[in-house]
């Protein structure tokens, strides 16, 4: 009978958490999808209008007035909800609605971001309605939101097992959550279904031409980690001081998202290609097919910083991928290695850097490019996320065990 018991509870809980998780995933696959199509349509609208890129600055006051007037302060974002699944804050529910327009905004008018920042912002908002509708404790609302957070990620980068073990590894570097990791894959791969029934897949899906594992290029492959944290290193530092840098003169939220998008205006017609703005998706096309100059990433940072420095709105992440394709496609050559495989561990191992992700980072080198290379992303994310130190691009993340030594230290990521 007492065995009954026990196993009842867990029985009950898992029931729970199930029925939980795909009412989140479902919402999270809808919205995640439709945010999805709107990104990806006001970047074709940026295309054929590059015009657009001179209403920055109106645009950026429309960001600044839109959180004004939802009574937010603009600095509210990703590490809020890394903060709420801690229990250390709340999640506001309008959160999600507000970053899905002004994302949108960003990238209509060719400022250079990402999604995943959005998502993650979007997942946390609806994990947190849900958490609110069945009355969830304290603990079980931290569940809840990690699972929205997986939802909008798998349906926005069609990479559903990635997005789970990014969820339970970004909030405390060293520790998984792994009480949640029922409730956020049943919500994972409900969001993906619901973006493959619309035609969406992997955000980036192809096969590599991957050497022989020999001694050689594992060499090379490590040698390209090295340089993958030391990038990240930069990213990271460059975001910072940006941020810090438009604070300390434009204390005003108004003129300091003004000033960003006057400064983007102008770079971008110095660098009129096109290629900073936006995601860039396209140019990582080009440097998975080897083709990178190297100085593509340099300007991919400085265009990046100065977009989410001066308070526009977006993700870091695929910003992070087109660094890590174009310096792994050009420091991948000059060490021997196939130019368009290097690109996609640079890729990689990038993003497992700066988002301190290990494992989610080598799924997400087998759900985009397939598990023959998974030798390689292991050697250069395990380099990458140890000589990376302690930056991260969340400031509210923890590193909770050292990365040197088996040693809890409980402090936050620079």
């Avoid at 990703?78 to 949108?104: H, K, N, Q, Y």
């Avoid at 998975?288 to 593509?296: I, K």
Wanted: net charge positive.
């Amino acid at each position: 009978m007492e065995i009954w018991n026990r196993a009842l509870v867990f029985i009950k809980s898992f029931l729970k958490w199930v029925l939980i998780a795909a009412l989140v995933g479902g919402i999270s696959g809808a919205v995640g999808t439709l945010f999805r199509v709107t990104v990806e349509h006001v970047n074709l609208l940026w295309q054929a209008n590059r015009w657009l890129v001179f209403l920055l600055p109106a645009g950026g006051l429309l960001i600044a007035g839109l959180y004004r007037l939802a009574k937010m302060e603009s600095s509210i974002g990703t590490d809020r909800v890394i903060r709420s699944v801690r229990a250390e804050s709340s999640v506001p529910v309008r959160l999600g609605p507000l970053i899905f327009l002004s994302t949108a905004i960003t990238h209509l008018l060719g400022g250079s971001a990402g999604r995943e920042g959005a998502a993650l912002q979007i997942g946390g908002s609806i994990g947190t309605h849900v958490g609110r509708l069945f009355h969830l404790d304290e603990k079980d609302m931290s569940l809840v939101v990690l699972s929205g957070m997986s939802g909008v990620f798998s349906a926005l980068f069609g990479t559903p097992i990635t997005s789970v073990f990014f969820a339970l590894e970004v909030i405390s570097v060293g520790i998984i959550y792994y009480s949640g990791l029922v409730p956020c894959l049943v919500s994972s791969l409900i969001a993906y279904g619901i973006s493959a029934i619309f035609g969406y897949g992997a955000e980036i899906q192809m096969s590599l031409s991957v050497p022989t594992a020999a001694p050689v290029p594992l060499f090379q492959t490590a040698a390209l980690g090295v340089c993958c944290a030391l990038l990240s290193i930069l990213y990271i530092f460059s975001m910072d001081q940006a941020h810090e840098l438009f604070e300390r003169f434009f204390k005003n939220p108004y003129l300091r998202i003004f000033t960003g998008g006057a400064v983007l205006a102008g770079l971008s017609v110095v660098f009129s290609s096109g290629n900073y703005n936006g995601s860039g998706m396209n140019v990582i096309a080009q440097a998975l097919d080897g083709n990178a100059c190297w100085w593509w990433f340099l300007v991919k940072i400085l265009f990046t910083a100065i977009t989410l420095g001066s308070g526009f709105k977006g993700g870091e992440i695929v910003p992070t991928f087109f660094i890590g394709a174009t310096m792994g496609c050009w420091a991948g050559g000059l060490l021997g290695l196939d130019p368009g495989f290097a690109a996609a561990v640079g890729m990689v191992a990038t993003f497992c850097a700066v988002v301190n992700s290990p494992a989610a980072a080598i799924f997400l080198g087998i759900e985009m490019f397939g598990a023959q290379g998974i030798i390689y992303f292991g050697v250069a994310c395990g380099i990458s996320y140890m000589l990376s130190g302690y930056y991260g691009l969340y400031g509210s993340q923890k590193i909770m065990y050292s990365k040197i030594k088996a040693e809890y230290i409980n402090r936050k990521a620079k």
